[in-house]
């Protein structure tokens, strides 16, 4: 269920194993029940040896308008365009400049993605039988993007604040639920387009 940074997979299971979380949110974003709601996302925020890591589930409703296959030319192109966006990681998720923080992983995975690769590479073989089965199985999930951003900070003391610049490229999120992990300790809080700076200490 938890699916950590390749990268960073032993900085996040120490500053998991404190028992503070045995996964990301797990305590309070159960995401297999009421994880899905559109306009609501989930961001989950680790600080430590000068590593900043996030990570985010919003449903794919709130960044692309649609939660199947790109069935149309349009739809292809806001995929397309939203992609472009959530990979640019350090526009979105801007740090304190003192802090010298530099985005150096980011992974954007979706349901949507996958069908789309499966859909090209096998379009001649099953054109609308497998494509309908596929269309109904994740209409039913309620497809999700899951988002994935590691930055190195080459001053981490300076790390005071993050801001999530989320709401402004995708008007349809309304709110992140944000759990974070940090000198502090454990703390949360609702991000919103009027609200949307997180304190880290």
């Not at 503070?20 to 029940?33: G, I």
């Not at 001053?155 to 604040?161: E, F």
Request: with cysteine; glycine share 6%.
């Amino acid at each position: 269920m938890c699916k950590p940074f390749t990268a960073a997979g032993l900085l996040l299971s120490a500053v998991l194993s404190s028992g503070a979380l045995s996964c990301w949110a797990a305590e309070t974003q159960p995401r297999q029940h009421d994880a899905h709601v559109h306009g609501v996302g989930t961001m989950n925020v680790a600080v430590a040896e000068g590593q900043l890591l996030i990570e985010l589930s919003i449903p794919a409703h709130d960044l692309v308008g649609f939660e199947h296959q790109p069935k149309t030319p349009p739809q292809r192109a806001v995929l397309e365009q939203a992609l472009a966006r959530l990979r640019q990681g350090g526009a979105l998720f801007v740090t304190d400049a003192q802090a010298e923080c530099r985005l150096q992983q980011q992974d954007v995975a979706s349901a949507l993605l996958a069908v789309e690769a499966s859909a090209d590479a096998e379009h001649h073989h099953h054109d609308e039988h497998d494509e309908h089965d596929e269309h109904d199985e994740h209409d039913e999930g309620h497809a999700e993007f899951e988002l994935r951003y590691q930055f190195e900070c080459q001053q981490p003391a300076r790390l005071n604040t993050l801001t999530i610049n989320l709401f402004s490229e995708f008007p349809d999120l309304a709110q992140l639920k944000v759990q974070l992990i940090g000198p502090g300790g454990q703390s949360g809080m609702v991000a919103r387009a009027g609200n949307n700076r997180l304190v880290l200490r």
